[in-house]
């Protein structure tokens, strides 16, 4: 078992201002590698260990995800509470669930990786940029199988329309020379989070980079959609020094609470709204619209203004029903605290 320190965990002076170092010890700080339906894996200088699960009546946005730094209750062997994330990604549950689900906590960098083949998908590509950028992370568009398309640079072509100043790299993940490219966003200590459907390569870029040798899935040939390789979210130490964060493949990534990062990966639109003649402008038939002649020019794709349009209305729906779910939990939480109070204070009169 290899331990290590805090700084080589990826620790930042930052997070020690979550300290109240009168009555709490950084020692008993350490970084969440795994989250498991019944418990979490940390890392700290002492090594690797296992937690319990926080209470249940713990709202979502304080239990720990992968990437937390964390303060111990050494007692009851399960985290305190969380520190002061830097970075955190988050997203509406699946399915029906009206709650937030967070994905990873204090990234620096996301790789947001796509494939040269039918999986390139220009909406699902705009929704990890919004996500990336609204957590504060740094986002790389990493293209794989590049040798097996017939054109790679058409879709490097694509993706940069949409990526803003955001970096494209198109990688044979299988070449260890070709992914030395990406080594410019793996510094020591840093953490980085792979992002992107199942079947896509990243547990391939993940082995190469931490330098394991662990067999991966490959796609299905009839409609070039991945198999599962990754199961769970979980941390793992990389040649160079940093960390990557392997996440399971997320094909439905419903938006919340990342407007600031739709506005940034949208941002040559929202530019053409303000040179509109009219500022309620609904960009349609009004005379002096500048999406309307962007769009007519060419310059400007309308099923881009289309995407635009339905994500900020799901961030919207989205925003709102989270919000009602929040004050569920809210007053579940109340009534818990409500009945263990009744019952020590039955206990003391007893």
Known sequence: ?????????????AFLQSLDLDHEAISDVVRISAVHRDAYEAIGPDGELRLHMMPIET???DRPT?????LMDRALE??????????????KAAGHDHSVQL??????????????????NLPR?????SLVRDAGAFPVIVLTKADLAEDAADYVARARKIAGDCPVEAVNARDPAELEKLMVWVGKNQTLALLGSSGVGKTTILNA?????????????????????????????????????????????????????????F?????????????????????????????????????RLARYRKLEREIERNEASIHEQRNKQRGFAKMVKQVQSQRWAHRKRT
């Open 66 to 70: 992968v990437g937390d730094w964390v």
């Open 125 to 129: 590509l705009e929704r990890y940029l």
């Open 78 to 91: 399960r985290p305190a509470r969380v520190l002061d994330r830097q970075t955190l990604f988050a997203r």
């Open 59 to 61: 709202p979502v946005e």
């Open 267 to 303: 941002g040559d639109l929202l530019e053409l709204t303000h040179q509109c003649r009219f500022s309620d402008c609904q960009h349609d038939r009004e005379p002096g619209c500048a999406v309307r002649a962007a769009i007519e020019s060419g310059d400007l794709d309308e099923a």
């Open 209 to 265: 980079l931490a330098g394991k040798d662990e067999a991966v899935s490959g796609i299905r040939e009839d409609d070039a959609k991945g198999r599962h390789t990754t199961r769970g979210r979980s941390m793992h130490k990389l040649n160079a020094g940093g960390w990557a964060i392997d996440l399971p493949g997320m094909r439905e990534l419903a938006l919340a609470g990342t407007q600031e990062g739709l506005e940034t990966t």
């Open 103 to 120: 994905i990873a906590a204090n990234v620096d960098a996301g790789f947001i990786v796509s494939s040269c083949n039918d999986d390139f």
């Open 1 to 13: 078992m290899t331990n290590y320190t805090l700084d080589e965990l990826g620790w930042r002076p």
